[in-house]
């Protein structure tokens, strides 16, 4: 009689898992192919505190930030399950474009060229961008820029403000973690970074220092999707209600408010 109850529970469970899977892999538009359609996908490169970067202090290595609990919220308001992959930033639209993930969240820039190839939703963050450079080196301007090498992430629009500076040398790299490494040991003069990731930065490196700069078109950080997404329609309102409920405003004091946690990886 036991054995019999054990194989009446072993059998039902598996049916209610296959049963399970069935529910996930049916119906619902816009979701990732590989994770089933109630998990969104969303691709982002880590790198980038407070707005996501690999939290090495719980010895857990989980992705937090900005964006993750924007992505968090939207994504539970949806009722759908997030799954987070990192990968380096130059891959993100491709990663788009080839529909291996759902939206992307990193801190990025909706410009015209980048509308060509992805969707994005309103902007939720501004931004400006700055020169890091050794302390007291006197990189305070473009202009001052002129015969030095300069350091910056391949894809960024930062890559596209340095090479319009006249006569910078530049030098692109995946990771902002290996611009630092670049500066700090000499290999290059300067650094183009957004203003929120460079004081994180000079913050736990006191021999850089960071100088704000005018910013030459687009600017601020907007949610991007493969070109034709019905996510847009479902994201922009909620963006909006966070943006009026207050929520919006709890993150910004969380990540970049004078208590926000000190970035404690550079990976
Ligand atoms: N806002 C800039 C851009 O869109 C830089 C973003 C870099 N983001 C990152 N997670 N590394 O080009």
């Known amino acids: 009689m036991k054995r019999l109850r054990f194989l009446l529970t072993a059998f039902l469970s598996a049916l209610l898992t296959v049963t399970a899977v069935a529910a996930c892999n049916a119906g619902g538009g816009g979701g990732g192919t590989t994770a089933g359609n109630a998990t969104l996908i969303m691709a982002t490169s880590a790198d980038y505190p407070p707005y996501e970067y690999v939290d090495s202090s719980s010895g857990s290595q989980e992705i937090v930030g900005f964006d993750i609990d924007i992505a968090k919220y939207i994504t539970g ?4 399950e997030l799954r987070i ?4 930033f130059n891959g993100l639209i491709p990663a788009l474009q080839s529909k291996r993930a759902d939206f992307v969240m990193a801190g990025m820039t909706p410009t015209e060229e980048r509308k060509q190839n992805v969707d994005f939703s309103s902007i939720y963050f501004e931004a400006k961008n700055t020169i890091v450079a050794k302390a007291g080196s006197n990189l305070t301007s473009a202009a001052s820029l002129n015969g030095k090498t300069v350091a910056v992430q391949l894809g960024s629009i930062q890559e ?3 090479k319009e500076m006249q006569g910078a040398e530049v030098k692109s790299l995946n990771r902002i973690s290996e611009m630092i490494q670049e500066l700090k040991s000499g290999r290059v ?14 913050e736990s490196n006191p021999d850089l220092e960071l100088n704000v700069i005018p910013n030459e078109g687009a ?11 019905e996510l847009v329609a479902q994201f922009n309102p909620i963006l909006e209600e966070m943006k009026t409920n207050g929520t919006m405003d709890e993150l910004i004091a969380k990540w970049f408010g004078e208590n926000s946690p000190a970035p404690t990886s550079e990976s």
């Open 77 to 80: 308001e949806l009722g759908r």
């Open 160 to 162: 596209q403000a340095a």
């Open 189 to 202: 003069e300067a650094l183009i970074v957004e203003d929120t990731v460079a004081k994180g930065y000079v």
């Open 219 to 229: 600017s601020g950080s907007a949610i991007a999707f493969p070109k034709g997404s």
């Open 85 to 88: 992959d990192n990968i380096d």
